[in-house]
């Protein structure tokens, strides 16, 4: 998959965030409050996948820990999903905090992350996830 791909399906990855976290700014607390809901559960599906690219990175035969990580943050997604209905607001920091940890961690073992215009991409992807998250859970209504 070229850098080109990479970048379009990533920032259209990114567009439910953006308007899942910015539009309950505009609706009241029952409409808000299931924006707030389906972004955590978007959240919940995309940290899955995320969690299984890990089986693809290249030098898992030597270590084990990227797959160790994959499966954990799969499972933090399933986590999040479950939970979201009854403690939705935690789902949503868990949310946030799995991101952010994810991209460090690829940072230091992806060798994907070598790549110039890859890790760009990917921090762009994580910071506006991050802002995503950051306004819904700063707008929040209990």
Request: aromatic letters at 18%.
């Amino acid at each position: 998959m070229t850098i080109r791909t990479r970048q379009v399906l990533g920032y259209l990855g990114v567009i439910p965030f953006i308007f899942l976290s910015f539009y309950p700014l505009f609706l009241d607390f029952p409409e808000g409050y299931v924006f707030n809901l389906l972004l955590s559960f978007y959240g919940g599906v995309i940290l899955s996948f995320l969690g299984g690219m890990t089986w693809g990175w290249e030098g898992e035969d030597e270590n084990n820990l990227s797959l160790i990580v994959g499966i954990l943050v799969s499972l933090a997604g399933f986590l999040i999903i479950a939970l979201s209905n009854m403690f939705l607001y935690y789902s949503l920091c868990l949310s946030l905090l799995t991101f952010i940890l994810f991209y460090l961690f690829e940072l230091r073992v992806s060798e994907k992350m070598k790549h110039v215009k890859y890790r760009n991409l990917r921090a762009n992807l994580t910071i506006l996830v991050t802002i995503s998250y950051l306004v819904c859970l700063a707008t929040y209504t209990w």
